[in-house]
T-cell receptor, first 115, second 112 residues
Framework: DTEVTQTPKHLVMGMTNKKSLKCEQH?????MYWYKQKAKKPPELMFV???????INESVPSRFSPECPNSSLLNLHLHALQPEDSALYLC??????????????FGPGTRLLVL | AQKITQTQPGMFVQEKEAVTLDCTYD???????LFWYKQPSSGEMIFLIY??????QNATEGRYSLNFQKARKSANLVISASQLGDSAMYFC?????????FGTGTSLTVIP
């Protein structure tokens, strides 16, 4: 089973709202990732968690706040977003961080619209 | 510098024909992995195929094969017997060290 689930599938929020994106995997993977993807562009890495610790933060604005409550769950907390943050947010997981054979498996994504 | 290059923004192929999507990469690492992903309009990134830098044989997964030419630093995806459901964006990616790099993608359209 290579399933990564994400909720919600779609989210519309105002610039003053607080919302959270959720990601879950039950493959025993110890690395989890958040990506942001604009239309017709490749995914851009935002955060990487390895063994539930934040390992990589790609200079993402503080209005995005990741959280890894346990090895299966990854959250992305959103606050005071801007319209340019509207995008597809993809979660991925892999067995561990850094091995060349590590395949990332992606969830279906959350389409976020900020008004 | 590590990078992935996909030079074909869009490709068309007739149904049942084979198509090759190009990918070149640049890395100074000796150990790296190369991946292809498919992204339909629904948005999900679907893993297709993997090739390791030390693998001597080209990877194959069903109708997908990876034409790996290490000296030329290319990792082209070959899709045989194209189907209408193959219409999607295709991304080439590379893992080197702790980093994962994506190419800019190729939009494939299969014509009935």
């Amino acid at each position: 089973d290579t399933e990564v689930t994400q909720t919600p599938k779609h989210l519309v929020m105002g610039m003053t709202n607080k919302k959270s994106l959720k990601c879950e995997q039950h493959m025993g993977h110890r690395a989890m990732y958040w990506y942001k993807q604009k239309a017709k562009k490749p995914p851009e890495l935002m955060f990487v968690y390895s063994y539930e610790k934040l390992s990589i933060n790609e200079s993402v604005p503080s209005r995005f706040s990741p959280e890894c409550p346990n090895s299966s769950l990854l959250n992305l907390h959103l606050h005071a977003l801007q319209p340019e943050d509207s995008a597809l947010y993809l979660c991925a997981s892999s067995q561990a961080l850094g091995h060349r054979k590590e395949t990332q498996y992606f969830g279906p994504g959350t389409r976020l619209l900020v008004l | 510098a590590q990078k992935i290059t996909q030079t074909q923004p869009g490709m068309f192929v007739q149904e049942k024909e084979a198509v090759t999507l190009d990918c070149t990469y640049d890395t100074s690492d000796q150990s790296y992995g190369l991946f292809w992903y498919k992204q339909p309009s629904s948005g999900e990134m679907i893993f297709l195929i993997y090739q390791g830098s030390y693998d001597e044989q080209n990877a194959t997964e069903g109708r997908y094969s990876l034409n790996f030419q290490k000296a030329r630093k290319s990792a082209n995806l070959v899709i045989s017997a194209s189907q209408l459901g193959d219409s999607a964006m295709y991304f080439c990616a590379m893992r080197a060290g702790n980093q994962f790099y994506f190419g800019t993608g190729t939009s494939l359209t299969v014509i009935p």
